[in-house]
């Protein structure tokens, strides 16, 4: 495996590759990301991984401060796999040319976590781009728990790349059912319990909550009463409907994004 730090030397590793698989991270990996990189590894000739902490997609300089950083183990998790390259670029390598706030994305970024997080879809579709640019992949894999997430970099890929997969992968949950993610670890072992409940809940419910037998209000409460501190929103969305061109047919689906503690989980169910 090649660890490649900056933009030229990596282009030129990359020279000639038609079939190259990317796998976006932030780093801490865990089994969701893991399964990112098999699958990659299964459809693409080479797989690339990047481990980036992404500035400008942090709302509060706490969060990015305190985003977990776990390298060494990255490595030897990633070593294992036999993944061809991993790039961990410096911020100036990425952002040489400062910024870029113009890059038009589906709309669909101003709800959900959009609505708590202005500008945040826009910093990770600016970084996606970036990396596009760079690695020139034939697919792109992110997760399904990142749903929102992955429906707008799809959205402004297949508009700008036409070439390019953007490639949905199964959400990896832990034995409770809690959504694997890197700020799980920030996360006590009550809180922990806490969010496999309310995983749980929703699960048991969903049929439920989408022929309207229980209100949001109800679930909202319920939620709270299991133990998240604050609730940014919870609601249900037909994925087919969300981003032009529609489709047909009718596919609900919960999402939530919450509080434990000060930690921010978002899941969709």
């Known amino acids: 495996m090649k ?11 990359l020279k000639h590759e038609q079939n190259l698989g990317f796998v976006p991270t932030m780093g801490n990996i865990h089994n969701g990301h893991l399964s990112l990189v098999k699958k990659s590894i299964k459809e693409c000739k080479k797989t690339i991984v990047s481990i ?102 799809e959205h402004f890929v297949s508009k700008n790349y036409k070439k390019i997969i953007v490639v949905c992968c199964k959400t990896i949950r832990e034995r409770n059912g809690t959504a694997l993610s ?25 049929y439920n909550i989408f022929k309207n037998l229980l209100t949001l209000n109800f679930i909202r409460r319920k939620i709270l009463e299991l133990g998240a501190n604050k609730i940014d929103y919870i609601e249900i969305l037909d994925i087919n409907k969300i981003i032009k061109p529609y489709r047909k047919s009718k596919k609900n689906r919960i999402f939530i994004g919450y509080y434990l503690g000060s930690t921010r989980l978002v899941d969709n169910i």
């Open 3 to 13: 660890i490649i730090y900056k933009k030229n030397d990596l282009i030129k590793f």
């Open 52 to 153: 980036f902490v992404n500035k400008p997609q942090f709302n509060k300089k706490n969060d990015f401060n305190n985003y977990p950083k776990t390298l060494k183990k990255d490595i030897n998790l990633l070593k294992r796999l036999k993944v061809d390259c991993v790039y961990m670029p410096s911020e100036k390598d990425i952002y040489h040319d400062g910024i870029n706030k113009k890059n038009k994305i589906n709309s669909f970024s101003k709800k959900l976590c959009g609505k708590y997080r202005p500008g945040h879809f826009e910093a990770v579709v600016d970084v996606i781009n970036r990396f596009i640019k760079i690695i020139k992949p034939k697919k792109i894999f992110m997760g399904e728990k990142d749903y929102q997430q992955y429906k707008i970099v």
């Open 182 to 206: 890197s700020r799980n670890v920030l996360l006590s072992i009550k809180e922990k319990v806490v969010s496999g409940h309310i995983y749980n809940f929703l699960k048991k419910n969903k």
